[in-house]
């Protein structure tokens, strides 16, 4: 089992800056996928964007170059710096880790942090 805990959310202006991050327990796989969803009022959970162990990284198009996803394997934890912050970032944000294991798939999900980007 894994229990994720984000931390960092709030509300912000538009144009600025905050650091999500997500502590995980339990134990963490090399091959476990970390990352961060959103979801907006009305809307369907979303990926924003992934990391895996090795450091490599994939984005949803429109947090490329404002976002960036980091992970601290020693720590077990993933975070994820927002920059240039828009109104239409504004959801729940959620930590993820995808673990793939003897052909099943298994995700476990954090309680959720709120970030508002206001006008």
């Known amino acids: 089992q894994v229990h994720l805990v984000e931390s960092g959310g709030g509300l912000v202006q538009v144009g600025g800056s905050l650091r999500l991050s997500c502590a995980a327990s339990?134990?963490?796989?090399?091959?476990?996928?970390m990352a961060w969803y959103r979801q907006a009022p009305g809307k369907q959970r979303d990926l924003v964007a992934g990391?895996?162990?090795?450091?490599?990284?994939n984005y949803e198009d429109s947090v490329k170059g404002r976002f960036t996803i980091s992970r601290d394997n020693a720590k077990n934890t993933v975070h994820l710096q927002m920059n240039s912050l828009k109104p239409e970032d504004t959801a729940v944000y959620y930590c993820?880790?995808?673990?793939?294991?003897?052909?099943?798939?298994?995700?476990?999900w954090g309680q959720g942090t709120q970030v508002t980007v206001s006008s």
């Open positions: 993820n880790v995808l673990r793939r294991l003897l052909g099943s798939s298994y995700n476990y």
């Open positions: 339990g134990s963490i796989f090399k091959t476990d996928v």
């Open positions: 990391i895996t162990y090795g450091g490599s990284t």
